[in-house]
DNA sequence: TAGGCCATCTGGTCCT
DNA sequence: AGGACCAGATGGCCTA
């Protein structure tokens, strides 16, 4: 998995400073300690993933002796008192209670990101042109699958097969040059045929003239992303189309909902 | 080298 | 109080 990936940057980023924490803690002895208790820290990773509450348990009795001074009584007269509740003095044991406490909570928040990759992940293999060396993007595996949502529930809805290049042209709105050309790789379709001519902002392609399908009712409208690729289908672009056979995704579909490809040869060779 | 993509950390907010 | 979720920040990797 990403495991490897976890641990490099694990080890090599060192915690974000943050306003509040550097300011609370100003690098003080406590929090060279800390550091050194870093790797100590780094090694209960591993167990806290584990749900590990020994190291916090010993900590709490730690902190007891400590844990009433609420006080900092700001003497000082000459700064701004500050609005708000009053902060904590940051003893030893609170810090490290407050790091366990961050240990845990990213542990969580990775194991959080890698559940949701997880299922992007699967999100793609159902997706047309899935692929293992020639992943899409998070962003556009999204935009990938709403389009094929909706060609499919358009599909559904007219009860007509449309014709290839319609269907092409559903699944690419929106979606960047790159991605375009892989969907018109994994069809073996020439991108050129889909394509409009000139860039426009509302691609001619998306006019219901021109296609199958009706008008995107959900069509996404990129506003103002940016990078330029995104939701732009200029044809100007240089295509670097390594045609390969169909997504594992898409073969069924075509199989057995859209038994039109029979004509896609007739099609790609009439591109050429 | 700039820009895109990604993983991770972090603090805030909401909910249980 | 603690967990889930979220968005911003940051730094690394990769590619055109």
């Not at 000459?78 to 490290?96: F, L």
């Not at 559940?115 to 699967?122: I, K, Q, Y």
């Not at 269907?167 to 994994?186: D, E, H, K, M, Y």
Request: hydrophobic share 30%; proline share 7%.
């Amino acid at each position: 998995m990403t495991k490897s990936y976890t641990e490099q940057t694990m080890m090599s980023s060192e915690p974000q400073d943050s306003a509040t924490w550097t300011d609370e803690c100003q690098r003080s002895q406590d929090e060279q300690d800390m550091e050194k208790n870093n790797g100590a820290l780094e090694s209960m990773h591993g167990a806290l993933e584990d749900d590990d509450e020994d190291g916090l348990n010993r900590l709490d009795e730690d902190d007891d002796e400590e844990e009433e001074e609420e006080e900092e009584e700001e003497g000082d007269d000459q700064k701004p008192k500050r609005r708000g509740p009053k902060k904590k003095k940051m003893t030893k044991a609170r810090m490290q209670r407050f790091k366990m406490r961050r240990h845990k909570a990213n542990a969580r928040e990775r194991n959080r990101m890698h559940g949701l990759n997880d299922a992007l992940e699967s999100l793609r293999k159902v997706v047309p042109c899935y692929s293992k060396t020639q992943k899409l993007s998070k962003i556009e595996t999204l935009r990938l699958a709403k389009n094929y949502i909706w060609a499919l529930s358009e599909i559904l809805r007219s009860g007509k097969s449309p014709d290839v290049i319609s269907f092409v042209q559903a699944l690419c709105r929106g979606l960047s040059q790159p991605t375009t050309n892989l969907v018109a790789g994994c069809l073996q379709l020439n991108p050129r045929t889909f394509l409009p001519e000139q860039t426009q902002e509302i691609p001619s392609h998306m006019q219901p003239a021109s296609a199958s399908f009706a008008a995107h009712p959900y069509s996404y409208q990129t506003p103002g992303l940016p990078s330029p690729p995104y939701g732009t289908m200029d044809s100007s672009h240089v295509f670097h189309v390594k045609p390969h056979s169909y997504g594992s995704a898409l073969e069924p579909f075509f199989e057995t909902a859209l038994p039109l490809l029979s004509a896609r040869h007739d099609m790609v060779s009439s591109c050429h």
